[in-house]
């Protein structure tokens, strides 16, 4: 199995949570170079071992408040208040110590970066230095964990949506962790394979004790996975201690453009309409789509 980090002793999930908090920001803010975009100042906290949910709109600010938490990725304007991980200043953190924070994007074309999937899974062990027969014994863990080995020396290129997704996942975890950040982690993912990444990740948390956050703008997924959830609206956080409770007060306070009446059957109304339409990337291959109209 996946070795724990050291530094993180427990799993048994949100029941045994350390009283160190994982993410900590006091009075945080950001605002991006010559804009008024940005967030905060907001207070914001995710305590070791918990499965938290970032929800918001797209363009909240989601994206960006997960990035100030890893300074390779981190965007560049002007922040003011605190940001800790594990008690330390984001940026005072050391290559070894920023290691400890995973990050996970929405698209995996954009993080990796090897052509096979081995490769991909060693290379931010690489980059770290390991020694090799402790990169062998890490990748070797993370592809038994995720169950990869059938496809473990297969081109990057042949792998699925979701196969890709759970190598940029493996990977991210052969670098042991102690915090494991994703962005829109399922967005693209059809629902088979949101399904298997969501168990996996949740089995990150539970019996690796690593926490996990994960920002998305559709939270029902993932609420039965979660132990509490927080809403960044307007650039301030909101805090959702029963995530499914939260999802449901989420969902009565949208609201849905309905077309003119006028306009219900004329399709010259619409910006796209589509009906019956049905793909696949392969004549051999299952159907994506089938019969779908919008």
Not at 15 to 28: L, N, P, Q, W, Y
Not at 163 to 175: E, I, V
Not at 266 to 283: K, P, T
Request: charged share 25%; glycine share 8%.
């Amino acid at each position: 199995a996946v070795r724990v980090p050291a530094a993180c002793d427990h799993r048994e999930g949100a029941s045994e949570m350390a009283s160190v908090k994982a993410i900590e920001a006091r009075g945080f803010s950001f605002r991006y170079p010559e804009s008024t975009a940005g967030i905060g100042p907001l207070d914001w906290a995710a305590e070791e071992g918990a499965f938290q949910l970032l929800v918001g709109a797209t363009g909240s600010g989601k994206t960006t408040l997960l990035g100030s938490c890893k300074p390779a990725i981190a965007p560049a304007g002007e922040r003011a208040g605190s940001l800790q991980v594990f008690g330390r200043s984001v940026e005072k953190l050391d290559a070894r110590e920023a290691a400890t924070v995973g990050y996970v994007a929405q698209s995996p074309e954009n993080q990796i970066v090897c052509d096979s999937v081995w490769h991909e899974l060693a290379f931010g062990l690489e980059n770290l230095g390991v020694e090799q027969d402790e990169m062998r014994r890490r990748v070797a863990e993370v592809a038994h964990f995720f169950g990869i080995e059938p496809w473990f020396r297969r081109s990057v290129a042949e792998l699925s949506g979701g196969q890709k997704q759970m190598t940029t996942l493996a990977g991210t975890l052969a670098m042991q962790p102690r915090l494991l950040l994703l962005d829109e982690p399922t967005a693209q993912l059809d629902p088979v394979a949101e399904k298997n990444f969501l168990h996996a990740l949740f089995r990150v948390n539970r019996e690796l004790g690593i926490t996990v956050v994960v920002a998305t703008h559709a939270p029902e997924a993932m609420a039965e996975y979660a132990t509490d959830m927080v809403e960044l609206r307007e650039g301030t956080l909101i805090r959702h201690p029963e995530p499914r409770a939260g999802v449901s007060a989420l969902r009565r306070s949208e609201s849905v453009p309905v077309a003119p009446a006028s306009a219900q059957d004329d399709e010259a109304a619409y910006a796209v309409s589509l009906r019956d339409i049905h793909l696949r990337y392969a004549r051999d291959a299952d159907w994506v789509l089938r019969g779908c109209d919008l």
